[in-house]
């Protein structure tokens, strides 16, 4: 992150940069824009279906009613025509002025029977009363008691005047504005027919019917209407001749006069929300059925769709989105595995291998990441190896920068000088310095003999004894066969200086340092034990710990661990040996320390060449 930047920008940044967090997002978008599309046009086109479907039906319903009405109306038709059918109605229609009174009674008396036949033969839906009036407005005949007018009033009312005028063909009437001239309280329409004889035209009675509302309350039950849909039947003046919601309020001119042609619909604004109007003109009458049907009646169902597909989307998304967390955990868990490992690479440590389980690409990247690891750990031995090279040839760097001659000949004065005085421990010192300079100088040679080291190891240790008045002791049990036994110069030496320093040098008393080698099972086995101070548990789990590690560090070693120390013998052979060599240290608190180094037995030491050049 560059100086003065923002954290939290900068955790944002790296959150969304990363793998998961691009597939999920990536998933997220992918998933919510099929979602929208496919819940779009589903919605789209089944609100389209539905209302089309809705509009249709509307328009069937408003075109069976006006067929209903056409069909009722036919057969009141029908029997107005009663007098036809019987020439005596007709002459006695036109004989009725110059007939005597009774006469007249009795033909008064045929007309009211011929259409109380006619009327009571069959129930006649919303039948309210007959009445028969002659040209001048007499009341002929009538089916009840009710006389509302006079001649004069009949023969100047605008329902006789236009029923003249239709000159045969029936005329419909709408209900009475309350002048009087019918019951308008029940009344919701009225019929009215000429009937002459065609070669007389002035004489003619006129027969009127009044009907209740019966009608159009039965063709208004239909099971295909919402219950908050209304039925209006209006005149040819778009006069209201019946409302299947009479308090509601009546629908202006402005929409009425939109009921233009024979048929039609529309979609208007109604008192609280937007209508859908049909209409239809029947043929009959000339009068107009409309349906009204409010906008949520008809989109009910699809605000259901619409509220099934956002429900359906939901789930589906969050289903989508779980499956997609998964996948992409699937396919970044792995990665997260291999960033782990490679992490501990970078530490240092090779001890754990990336587990394949899969047979994918990742699969693929991980076998070789396998492969990539061991190589990789191969040369950081091998960069040990020359390490441990370059350290050898700094020591012989040092070694060379001593003239041996000149060291091996002061050695000898100071052994001379001691033996002159009589101080034979001098000269004991002098000479197994001499022995172990002579042995680090004359054999360049990596490998050498098990008795080469044993003779260094004796030197050392008489040193040793010298310096702590025989405060340390040595003993060998070393098989004899194994004297020209290969082995890594410079082994025992790191050993036993370690038990010497780290464990007898603390110690209260006397102490014993013990070296043996033998033949153990096919193995070469080389132990140095001490009966020291020994460590506590901690340190020596500490130590095993850094025995595995040191392969694969670059630490170096100090020298306050003991000269070239353990580590460093147990590296060379580690080296030569691998998963072959067996090194165990055991150690107890005030028990002493126990090393064992196991090599498989063969002539040549499993690898290491014959010092002896055979």
Known sequence: MKAGGNPTVAKVRDFFSR?????????????????????????TISSSTIKGRVESANVQIVRQIANNMDNDFRSKRNLLLAPYYDQEYIDGIN????????????????????????????????FIRFQIYYRNGELLAASNDYKPWTPVQVRN??????????????????????????????????????????????????????YGDDLFRAIGRSDDLSADSRILVLDGHNGL???????????????????????????????????????????????????????????????????????????????TFIISVLFGRRITQPIQTLYKHVNRIKRGDFSERVEIKR?????????????????????????????IKLREVELAMLYSQINPHFLYNTLDIIKAMADYHRASEIGDIAQALADMFRYNTRNRDEVVTLQEE?????????????????????????????????????????????????????????????????????????????????????????????????????????????????????ARYAIQFGDRLGFEVDSRKGAGTRIRLSLPFDEHAGGLPDPSGR
Do not use: C
């Open 19 to 43: 793998i998961r967090t691009v597939l999920l997002f990536s998933y997220f978008v992918i998933i919510l824009l099929s979602i929208v599309i496919v819940g779009t046009v589903s919605f």
């Open 359 to 387: 047979a994918d690409e990742i699969g693929l990247i991980a076998a070789n990441f396998n492969a990539m690891q061991d190589e990789l750990r191969n040369l950081i031995e091998n960069k040990y190896v020359n390490q």
């Open 241 to 319: 001749v019946y409302d299947s919601r009479p308090d509601a309020p009546v629908p202006g001119s402005r929409l009425l006069n939109r009921l233009d042609g024979p048929e039609g619909k529309f979609w208007t604004e109604g008192e609280d929300e937007e209508q859908f109007v049909s209409y239809i003109v029947s043929e009959s009458t000339g009068w107009k059925a409309a349906i009204f049907t409010p906008r949520r009646d008809i989109l009910g169902p699809i605000d259901n769709i619409k509220t099934i597909v956002i429900a359906t989307a939901v789930v589906a998304f969050a289903l």
């Open 157 to 210: 009312s605008e329902w006789f005047l236009r029923t003249v005028a239709k000159d045969g063909e029936v005329f419909f009437n709408g209900p009475s504005s309350g002048d009087g001239t019918t019951d308008a309280a029940a009344t919701a329409y009225s019929s009215s027919i000429l009937i002459r004889d065609f070669s007389n035209p002035e004489r003619f009675i006129v027969v009127r019917v009044e």
């Open 454 to 570: 044993l003779d260094q190891i004796e030197a050392y240790m008489k040193i040793q004894s010298i310096r702590f008045d025989d405060k340390i002791a040595y003993e060998a049990d070393v098989d004899e066969s194994l004297y020209n036994y290969p082995v890594l110069k410079m082994t025992l030496q790191p050993l036993v200086e370690n038990a010497v320093f780290h464990g007898l040098e603390r110690k209260r008393g006397k102490g014993t340092i013990r070296v043996a080698a033998m033949k153990e099972e096919g193995r070469f086995a080389l132990i140095v034990a001490d009966d020291g101070v020994g460590m506590s548990e901690q340190r020596l789990a500490d130590l095993r710990t850094k025995l595995k590690q040191s392969l694969h560090r670059e630490e170096a070693v100090s020298v306050a661990e003991g000269g070239i120390g353990v580590r460093n013998v147990y």
């Open 95 to 126: 004989a009725y002025p110059e007939m005597s009174e009774q006469n007249q009674f009795l033909f008064r008396q045929k007309l009211e029977n011929l259409y109380l036949k006619s009327f009571n033969a069959t129930p006649i839906r919303g």
